[in-house]
């Protein structure tokens, strides 16, 4: 199969303060990665596409000097919150395409800014 | 852009019975629909997925049928146990990657 790991799966951070989670494709390389945000009972949304090498492409209304992307392998993007605040508490999930097709996501971050 | 819409937002089966999710979308360019499955606290799993020229895929349990003229493919879960309960996400991707608005499924036992 084709695995994708995040570090940490739960992070609680004091606001003011910046938190990095990384999204790892363990067995495949991703050309492509994908950082969502979910809301409780709500579908995933799309916040940023990386690709290797490159500068992220955010959606809009997607704060790109808050949410830093890197994209430096084929295997690890990070998320870096920046100046978190209690209204950025949410789940994070990423994700790494597969033959530019068939997405595969991690398990998740939940950050709690307190 | 594209536009997938998910029926229904809740489901309830008894176990044993089957459960039906349907996804329409709009973009004739979507040509890939994946179907994950999420659990609670955890990322979307990839169950099953099917092409644009095929018009059935069946794993097991898990079947999922494509209309490509009418737009609309669904999810077909036979034999449900209550293992199944969690929350269901179909896509479909083209030039872009677009997720429905998930269906919460609960088999009851």
């Known amino acids: 199969g084709a695995v994708v790991s995040q570090h940490p799966s739960r992070v609680i951070c004091k606001s003011g303060t910046s938190v990095k989670i990384e999204c790892r494709s363990l067995?495949?390389?991703?050309?492509?990665m994908f950082w969502y945000r979910q809301f409780p009972k709500q579908s995933l949304m799309l916040m940023a596409t990386?690709?290797?090498?490159?500068?992220?492409?955010?959606e809009q209304g997607v704060e790109k000097d808050k949410f830093l992307i890197n994209h430096a392998s084929l295997t690890l993007s990070t998320l870096t919150v920046t100046s978190a605040h209690p209204e950025d508490s949410s789940f994070y999930i990423c994700?790494?395409?597969?033959?530019?097709?068939?997405?595969?996501f991690g398990p998740g971050t939940r950050l709690l800014v307190l | 852009g594209e536009n997938v819409e998910q029926h229904p937002s809740t489901l309830s089966v008894q176990e044993g019975d089957s459960a039906v999710i349907k996804c329409t979308y709009s973009?004739?360019?979507?040509?890939?629909f994946p179907w994950y499955k999420q659990e609670l606290g955890k990322g979307p799993q990839l169950i099953i997925d099917?092409?644009?020229?095929?018009g059935e895929k069946k794993d097991q349990r898990i079947a999922v049928t494509l209309n490509k003229t009418a737009k609309h493919f669904s999810l077909h879960i036979t034999e449900t146990q209550p293992e199944d309960s969690a929350v269901y996400f179909c896509?479909?991707?083209?030039?872009?990657?677009?997720f429905g608005t998930g269906t919460s499924l609960t088999v009851i036992p």
């Open positions: 994700s790494g395409d597969r033959r530019q097709e068939t997405q595969y």
């Open positions: 067995d495949f390389q991703a050309t492509t």
């Open positions: 990386s690709n290797e090498g490159s500068k992220a492409t955010y």
């Open positions: 973009d004739s360019a979507s040509n890939y």
């Open positions: 099917i092409r644009s020229n095929v």
């Open positions: 896509a479909a991707s083209g030039n872009q990657f677009y």
